[in-house]
């Protein structure tokens, strides 16, 4: 008896064992039919056990031989950007499947095969059980796929209209000026170090989104009004007593409710709410009530409109997104043989899912835009002049959408922001996959391959993005660098990693020393069909004035049927942002870690170049190594201090 209990274990781990290697060679055969070139790891990069341990196992690892670890950066999550086109060098192909005992996952760098990939809408479907986390509302355009997915696109792509871009760029001016003047002070003198720009940019973004999203106005807080956000987790009492504007039969405040709730997405994520619901954390408990308040916020929101909508004396004209949402709903209720309209859990989902993707495309955007040309000040200047020449020393009040955004898309204003959505894009793996069905053929390098069935495809946008066989680039240029490349192991050879607009403006085009793609790189805008009837905007991401990338080359905002309904919407709301701030100030990098304005006062020039170019360091390492993924990519280790000053009252204009 003792004798068989023993047995058991060694049977099980026998099994399991067996199973594991006839699951990796059926996947070998696969992998070596498909004509691809493969990788062989031991690993399923996205099976959940390994995600959560893997930090506990790569110290043993990493002590392997190096012949025996081979194939460990293959597994860690996010390689594409921590390696960058790199990894793709070290295989050789810009398309390549790892292939483990867990399945098949592609990854690709290539925009040919991107462009087949986000043209073939059906053949290439969303992997959506990625996604059934953000059904914490309904179901939605995000997490939805085929007649479903279909019947949300036709619904939420309306709102997203010239109409309602007014509305972004209007608020955007009006929170940009109240945000600014609390990093600059009343005065304007700017004599104060912003230590977290990334909340207020957030805040902004929430603010935006808020009123375009929801019609929802939303003040900026003043020095004596104490932020409910900002008091977080401390004293769950305080919450209540400080907010002024909690509606009748709220606990609190609609600011704070969704302030909480996208503070705490990942326990709305990850814990069922009836686990939620009982943690005797304050944490947990404000995470559970904020989705509660938040959720009945938008409920009484859409009952609101729905009787505006639908009162005798209707003169609603609704520009908001819930409200045109809730207009569709109605519309298509009153009209014959119409489609079924958005359930209201429908249209919460849609909500939620806009507000949680949009609110962080556009703050981490802004923030990085800071930090760069805190890190270029001949960027910075460039930008300057080119606001000067749109808006001729105009204030903000007298700015206006239709004349003066086409100047900043296609001027530098645009390459900035061109430039800082290829360095960091907020999803840095577009999911894609052949599950459901069959092994689907695919055009590699003017070869027929095979993409078997049940396969994870992840379009690396990190790494297209820096593919030099499709951008425009030139020599590494270390003297904006400390002397340092930018990532140690990546585009070693050429500036792709390195922030430079410039590459985006076509006059420059010309300059020596700067090449571009062959003109054989260049792909046809394919038109994508029904792509009008499904809301899709087939647009440039870039201005007709600015640099054309090949298609499928920059996917900051995907491509294809699944682009980002958001995206003009995200792009008018950052360019707005930065042409306030940069008309009159200027960003620097705070060095208070390392000297005292009245030590700055009294350096001389070389003295605060060395001392900047410490501070310098640390912002370059947080870039590089501080950044990680929850929803977008973010930085997450730290943040970077910086100042807002008046043009021409720089401590530290070195024209690097």
């Not at 409920?299 to 004209?317: G, Q």
């Not at 840095?428 to 003017?446: A, D, F, R």
């Not at 042409?579 to 030590?599: C, G, H, N, P, W």
Request: net charge neutral; aromatic share 10%.
């Amino acid at each position: 008896m003792h004798y068989l209990i023993l047995l058991a274990p060694v049977v099980l781990l026998a099994a399991y064992a067996i199973n594991w290697y006839l699951s990796f060679l059926r996947y070998l055969k696969l992998a070596k039919s498909s004509g691809l070139p493969y990788v062989i790891v031991p690993v399923y990069l996205f099976r959940r056990l390994w995600l959560i341990t893997h930090l506990l196992w790569l110290p043993y690892i990493r002590k392997l031989p190096e012949k025996y670890r081979t194939w460990l950066d293959f597994t860690l999550p996010e390689f594409t950007w921590h390696f960058r086109h790199e990894i793709f060098e070290r295989v050789g192909s810009d398309t390549f499947l790892t292939c483990s005992p867990g399945g098949l996952v592609l990854w690709t760098a290539d925009p040919a095969v991107i462009t087949q990939i986000t043209t073939r809408r059906n053949d290439f479907p969303k992997p959506t059980h990625i996604y059934t986390s953000v059904d914490i509302y309904g179901k939605n355009v995000v997490s939805s796929e085929g007649a479903e997915w279909r019947h949300h696109r036709k619904s939420t792509s309306p709102p997203f209209t010239e109409k309602n871009n007014h509305v972004v760029w209007a608020e955007t001016l009006d929170q940009t000026q109240a945000m600014l003047e609390s990093w600059v002070g009343k005065d304007g003198k700017g004599n104060k170090t912003v230590d977290r720009i990334m909340d207020d940019t957030m805040r902004l973004s929430l603010h935006v989104i808020s009123r375009a999203g929801f019609g929802r106005k939303l003040e900026w807080p003043t020095e004596s009004t104490v932020s409910t956000h900002d008091a977080a987790y401390t004293d769950p009492s305080k919450i209540k007593n400080q907010a002024d504007d909690i509606d009748p039969g709220h606990r609190m405040s609609y600011t704070y409710s969704l302030h909480c709730l996208l503070d705490n997405i990942l326990f709305q994520f990850l814990m069922p709410r009836w686990l939620l619901s009982r943690l005797p954390f304050a944490r947990t408990r404000l995470a559970n009530e904020a989705y509660f308040e938040w959720g009945q916020y938008m409920r009484e929101m859409v009952s609101r409109k729905k009787i505006e909508l639908t009162s005798a004396n209707n003169a609603y004209d609704q520009v908001d997104i819930i409200g045109q949402l809730v207009r569709g709903q109605v519309a298509s209720t009153d009209a014959k043989n119409s489609p079924p309209p958005l359930t209201d859990s429908e249209i919460l989902g849609n909500a939620f899912v806009l507000i949680l993707a949009g609110h962080e495309t556009a703050a981490n955007s802004i923030h990085f835009a800071l930090l760069y040309l805190a890190l270029h000040m001949r960027s910075q200047r460039r930008l300057q002049e080119d606001l000067d020449h749109v808006f001729g020393g105009r204030p903000p009040s007298q700015w206006d959408y239709e004349r003066d955004l086409p100047g900043l898309f296609g001027g530098m204003t645009g390459a900035v922001l061109n430039e800082e959505l290829r360095l960091v894009p907020p999803v840095v793996n577009i999911p894609k996959s052949t599950y459901g069905v069959p092994e689907q053929p695919l055009m590699v390098n003017g070869k027929k391959c095979t993409v078997p069935k049940d396969t994870y495809i992840s379009l690396s946008t990190a790494a297209v993005h820096r593919n030099p066989r499709y951008w425009p680039h030139g020599p590494p240029r270390r003297d904006q660098t400390g002397g340092k490349p930018v990532h140690p192991r990546s585009n070693l050879d050429n500036d792709l990693e390195e922030f430079r607009p410039e590459r985006w403006l076509i006059e420059d085009k010309g300059r020596s020393g700067i090449s571009t793609p062959a003109n054989g790189a260049a792909m046809p805008n394919e038109k994508l069909e029904g792509g009008d009837e499904l809301g899709v905007n087939m647009a440039s991401d870039t201005s007709e004035r600015l640099y054309a990338p090949p298609k499928g080359a920059y996917i900051p905002f995907s491509d294809g049927y699944r682009a980002c309904l958001g995206r003009r919407f995200a792009q008018v709301e950052v360019l707005a942002c930065l042409a306030v701030i940069f008309q009159r100030y200027s960003v620097e990098l705070a060095v208070d870690k390392y000297a005292t304005d009245e030590e700055v006062e009294r350096m001389s020039h070389e003295e605060r170049k060395e001392v900047w170019e410490k501070a310098a360091d640390d912002c370059r390492d947080l870039m590089l190594n501080g950044c990680g993924v929850i929803i977008t990519l973010q930085m997450r280790k730290g943040a970077v201090s910086v100042r807002f000053v008046p043009r021409g009252q720089e401590k530290f204009d070195f024209n690097l």
